[in-house]
């Protein structure tokens, strides 16, 4: 598994991974709390380990490498 997620993209999945995570929380419905705990989940767990699916699917590379 190659990494293809860079720096900002990490910071940015996290940022959305733990605002999901508090919105599970706060959210009434439980339809509502599904949704944000898989977003928290697929967020968190894409940036932790630096590779996501969808962006090798589509062949995005997010990470700063050198060419050559």
């Known amino acids: 598994m190659k990494k293809n997620v860079g720096g900002l993209d990490r ?7 733990f605002l999901s995570l508090a919105l ?4 009434a419905s ?3 709390k599904i949704v944000f705990a898989l977003v928290a989940l ?3 767990g894409t940036a932790s380990i630096g590779y ?5 699917k ?4 997010t990470t ?5």
Not at 24 to 27: C, D, G
Not at 52 to 56: E, F, L, R
Not at 64 to 68: E, I, P, S
Request: glycine residues 12%; positive net charge.
């Open 58 to 61: 589509f062949r995005i590379d």
């Open 52 to 56: 996501c699916p969808i962006n090798a």
């Open 11 to 17: 910071f940015y999945r996290f940022g959305i991974g």
């Open 24 to 27: 599970v929380f706060v959210s």
């Open 42 to 44: 697929i967020g968190i």
């Open 30 to 32: 439980p339809i509502l």
């Open 64 to 68: 700063k490498r050198k060419a050559g």
